[in-house]
C-alpha cells in the first residue's frame, strides 16, 4: 500500500531573508549538543518524528550514527523547556556554503506552544553563521530545507514565515509505513 506524498523544497539566499520569531518565554532555552551522541540524537529523531513517519534514519547503526554526527559542520541544536528536550533543529554543511536543515521538529507534546517559530528561527541564524564556528567551511550562502505533506500541519506556514521561499514542489508515491511512535508500539491513535 502507498501514499501520495508532496515534497516542497525552500530556501534562503540571504540571511536579510530570515525573519525572526516572538520568543516563546523566559523558561524555553536552547542549546548546541556539542558533544556527538548517537543515543541523545536518535532519541531526539524518534521523539520529534516518531508520529509523522521519520522511519529513513531507523535502520542506521551506532556507528553510522556516529559517523553522521561527528562531520564537519554538522550541528544539532535543541530547544529546552524547563530543562526538557522540546524539540530539536539538524544543520548540515553541503559545500560551497550551503546548509541544509535536515531535521527540525518538536516533541509532540511541546507542539502549538509558540516553541517552534523561535527554534526554527534561532537555528537558520545559526545555519548563517555556521562557518564561524568550524573553520575551513565557506560562509554561508544558502540555506534550504525540505519538507512534505506528512509533516506537521503548521510546517510550512513556519518555514515561510521565518522568510523560506518556495523553489520545488515533488509529488510522489512512498510507501505508506506505520508510525513508530518514539519506540515500536508506542504511537498513538491521534
Known amino acids: 500500500m502507498s501514499i501520495t506524498v508532496t515534497t516542497w523544497s525552500l530556501e534562503q539566499t540571504s540571511p536579510d531573508d530570515l525573519r525572526p520569531a516572538a ?11 556539542e558533544v556527538p551522541s548517537p543515543e541523545f540524537s536518535r532519541y531526539l529523531y524518534t521523539a520529534v518524528g516518531g508520529d509523522i513517519r521519520w522511519t529513513d534514519r531507523l535502520g542506521l547503526t551506532y556507528a553510522q550514527w556516529d559517523e553522521m554526527l561527528r562531520r564537519p559542520g554538522v550541528e544539532t541544536w535543541v530547544a529546552y523547556e524547563k530543562g526538557t528536550p522540546a524539540g530539536y533543529i539538524e544543520l548540515e554543511a553541503q559545500g560551497e556554503g550551503v546548509v541544509e536543515i535536515v531535521y527540525f521538529g518538536l516533541i509532540p507534546a511541546f507542539r502549538g506552544r509558540r516553541i517552534g517559530g523561535h527554534l526554527l528561527a534561532y537555528g537558520t541564524a545559526r545555519a548563517w ?5 568550524w573553520p575551513g567551511l565557506a560562509p554561508t550562502k544558502r540555506v534550504w530545507l525540505h519538507t512534505c505533506s506528512e509533516d506537521g500541519r ?3 506556514d513556519n518555514y515561510t514565515r521565518r522568510g523560506f521561499a518556495l523553489f520545488d ?4 508515491e512512498e510507501p505508506d509505513v506505520a508510525m513508530p511512535g518514539p519506540w515500536p508500539g508506542a504511537a498513538t491513535d491521534a
Do not use: F
Not at 520568543?23 to 549538543?33: F, L, T
Not at 514542489?169 to 510522489?172: E, F, H, Q, R
Open 23 to 33: 520568543e516563546p518565554g523566559a523558561d524555553v532555552r536552547i542549546v548546541r549538543a
Open 129 to 133: 553563521d555556521l562557518a564561524d564556528r
Open 169 to 172: 514542489t515533488k509529488v510522489a
Open 154 to 156: 503548521h510546517a510550512m
